[in-house]
């Protein structure tokens, strides 16, 4: 089992993470700040070498919404109502992405989280906020995934 409850070995990757190459990197309670890391691989790039737009949102609504589920202890996931997103640069094939990701308000209605997507250097690369309704985080089992 890995060292985070809310990311279990156990449970598998969802085919969404593995097609992201997702990775956890932490959990900050006090921000409310989810940390992972994503490698960019060949099959995510369009022929100018970077990232698909489509697929930058992806990367940002991974990190956004493993921060809510982690501010719940793994009992809740957020389901997307809006996604508005800023790409500052294009995310080269190859690089090394740092996601961040936080919840800024959650309600029993709606939760309002936001995330970035940075270089290990620092660089900006896009950014964006999100507005859902919580649901009862679902299992491969109960999905039939798994």
Do not use: C
């Not at 930058?56 to 719940?72: E, I, K, N, P, R």
């Not at 389901?79 to 800024?104: C, D, F, H, Q, W």
Request: zero cysteines.
């Amino acid at each position: 089992m890995s060292d985070d409850a809310f990311y279990p070995d156990e449970a598998g990757q969802s085919p969404h993470t593995a097609l992201l190459g997702s990775q956890f990197v932490g959990w900050d309670a006090a921000t409310q700040t989810a940390t992972m890391r994503f490698t960019v691989t060949r099959a995510m790039t369009t022929w100018r070498g970077g990232v698909q737009g489509g697929l930058v949102a992806g990367y940002l609504d991974d990190v956004m919404g493993y921060a809510y589920v982690a501010s719940t202890d793994g009992e809740m996931a957020p389901l997307n109502l809006e996604i508005s997103m800023s790409l500052i640069r294009l995310i080269p094939e190859g690089a090394t992405i740092i996601g961040k990701g936080r919840v800024v308000k959650a309600g029993r209605r709606v939760v309002f989280l936001e995330g970035e997507l940075l270089g290990e250097d620092g660089t900006t690369y896009a950014r964006a906020t999100s507005t859902a309704i919580p649901t009862p985080r679902p299992t491969p089992t109960e999905t039939g995934m798994g």
